[in-house]
């Protein structure tokens, strides 16, 4: 008698939420090109001002805007799933002896992100 082989093809697609939770993870690659870019950068910095100028001037081109806005689509994506997911992962937050409700836990966690995206894009400018 053969043994039972459960079907793993297509797994993530049989359910809605497994369908969630592979986008999720699969934006966290758009969060990694993003960071292997960054570090590019730095390495070119390093290399001197004709380098740094070469970099900058390939993120001008209009492959790297169009990479770079399916990347921000990525990392909103991302932002929005993992702030969703924060109040179920972390331990109960109690204030006042009451637990903080999720949707709190959630919007806290947005209002950090549009912060300190408003902090980074004022010293920027």
């Keep these: 008698m053969k043994p039972y082989v459960r079907p793993m093809r297509g797994w993530w697609n049989r359910d809605p939420y497994f369908r969630a939770y592979m ?9 990694l090109v993003y960071a292997a870019i960054l570090a590019w950068g730095l390495v070119r910095l390093a290399q001197g001002e004709a380098a740094w100028n070469g970099f900058v001037a390939a993120l001008r081109s209009p ?41 709190a836990i959630t919007r806290a966690g947005f209002a950090a992100a549009l912060l300190a995206t408003a902090v980074v894009l004022a010293l920027a400018w």
């Design 23 to 31: 986008v999720r993870e699969a934006t966290a690659l758009g969060v």
């Design 63 to 103: 492959i790297a805007l169009l990479l770079h806005l399916l990347l921000l689509a990525c990392f909103v994506v991302h932002a929005k799933t993992w702030f969703e997911i924060m109040p179920k992962t972390m331990p109960p937050l109690l204030a006042g002896g009451r637990r903080v409700a999720a949707a």
